[in-house]
Each structure stands twice: as C-alpha cells, then as structure tokens.
C-alpha cells in the first residue's frame, strides 16, 4: 500500500498504490482470457498493458504469474478495463483477497530489492 505521509510542497498524483515499470526481465506473465499480454506498469490494484487481441468487453477473466525468490504464485482474477489511451489499456484487479493483494505487494518489493541488488553486482 502507498504510505501516508506529507512532504510540503510535493503534490500527490492520486495514484492509490506504487506502480512497478515492468520489462522483459521481470518475472511476471499476465494473461486475459487466456491470451498473453505485454504489460507495461503493474501495482497492487491494476495494472496498464499492450494486447493484439480485440478487447469489447468490460470484465475479463485474468491470471497473473510471477516469481518471489525461487517461489512462483499464479493467482486468478477479474481484470476490470477503465480506460484505453492510444494502445494502452488500463485495467483494475477485481476478486483478490486480502492474502493476493499482499502477495502482490510483497512481489513489487521483492522485485525492486532484487533488481538494486542486481545493479550494484555489475559495478
């Protein structure tokens, strides 16, 4: 969950969590009714994302997968579209318990930790 804290002079964007920029190295497969889509940032309520297929409707039946460490999760989901911008689509979780959300949210910060370890074994 995003904090609540106060910084003078710093605007709140609104965001209702922290969103993780996801590339081809993060071990993380989303699919929406059974089609893999290319996703583009993803947080604990949602996620935005690119997709060939031609989407209609509102509610769609999603499955996310991902990596903790050596232990991989697969959670199932309904993924609510809230709106499209040129090729992106933007997308909220529905249907995940409280344990999901966590493990969503222990999975961002496993990730970050991991991808700051990572750069500093290069230098």
Same mark, same amino acid.
């Given at each position: 969950m995003k904090p609540r804290i106060h910084i003078p002079d710093c605007a709140d964007s609104g965001r209702r969590a922290y969103r993780l920029q996801v590339d081809n190295t993060t071990p993380l497969i989303v699919r929406l009714g059974g089609d893999p889509v290319r996703v583009d940032n993803f947080s604990t309520t949602g996620l935005a994302f690119f997709t060939e297929t031609q989407l209609t409707l509102q509610y769609y039946p999603g499955q996310l997968k991902f990596r903790i460490g050596t232990r991989v999760h697969q959670l199932d989901c309904t993924l609510q579209l809230v709106r499209k911008s /040129? @090729? =992106? %689509?933007? @997308?909220?979780? !529905? /249907? =995940? !318990?409280? &344990?999901?959300? &966590? =493990? =969503? !949210?222990?999975?961002? !910060? %496993?990730?970050? @930790?991991?991808t700051i370890r990572n750069k500093y074994r290069k230098v």
């Open positions: /040129g @090729a =992106l %689509w933007c @997308a909220n979780f !529905s /249907g =995940l !318990s409280v &344990r999901e959300q &966590r =493990l =969503l !949210s222990e999975f961002i !910060s %496993w990730y970050q @930790a991991e």
